[in-house]
C-alpha cells in the first residue's frame, strides 16, 4: 500500500499566504517525483508545480514568484508555499507522486492524495 496525505488547506484573503504538505508512506522503493496538481470547479487539473530534485523544478507560468516547491525525501514529504494568493488560486490541491514500489512491479507509477481545499477570498 502506498497512501499520500496532503494537509495545509484552508481559507485566507487575498495576499494571503499558505503552506501545503504531503507525506507518502507505505511499500516505496523510491519516489522519483512529487508535485501539486489543482483543480477548480468545472476545471480540468492543472499541473501547479513538481519537484525531481532541488535543481529540477517545474512552474506553472501563473504561479511563478508566489510559489515554491520544496522536498524533504528523508521525510518522503513535500511542501508547497503558497504566497500572495490570488482569488483564482481556490481549487482544491492534490499531491502527486511517482513511485517505485515492489508490490506494482518494474517501474514507476502515479499517485495522488484526496485533495485539500484551498480557498481564496475576502
Known amino acids: 500500500q502506498v497512501q499520500l496525505v496532503e494537509s495545509g488547506g484552508g481559507l485566507v484573503q487575498p495576499g494571503g499566504s499558505l503552506r501545503l504538505s504531503c507525506s507518502a508512506s507505505?511499500?516505496?522503493?523510491?519516489?522519483?517525483?512529487m508535485g501539486w496538481y489543482r483543480q477548480a470547479p468545472g476545471k480540468q487539473r492543472e499541473l501547479v508545480a513538481t519537484?525531481?530534485?532541488?535543481?529540477?523544478?517545474n512552474y506553472t507560468d501563473t504561479v511563478k514568484g508566489r510559489f515554491t516547491i520544496s522536498r524533504d525525501n528523508a521525510k518522503n514529504t513535500v511542501y508547497l508555499q503558497m504566497n500572495s494568493l490570488k482569488p483564482e488560486d481556490t481549487a482544491v490541491y492534490y499531491c502527486?507522486?511517482?513511485?517505485?514500489?515492489?508490490?506494482?512491479?518494474?517501474?514507476?507509477?502515479?499517485?495522488w492524495g484526496q485533495g485539500t481545499q484551498v480557498t481564496v477570498s475576502s
Open positions: 507505505g511499500s516505496i522503493v523510491s519516489i522519483y517525483k
Open positions: 519537484i525531481v530534485s532541488g535543481l529540477n523544478t
Open positions: 502527486y507522486a511517482r513511485i517505485s514500489t515492489v508490490l506494482r512491479g518494474p517501474g514507476t507509477y502515479a499517485f
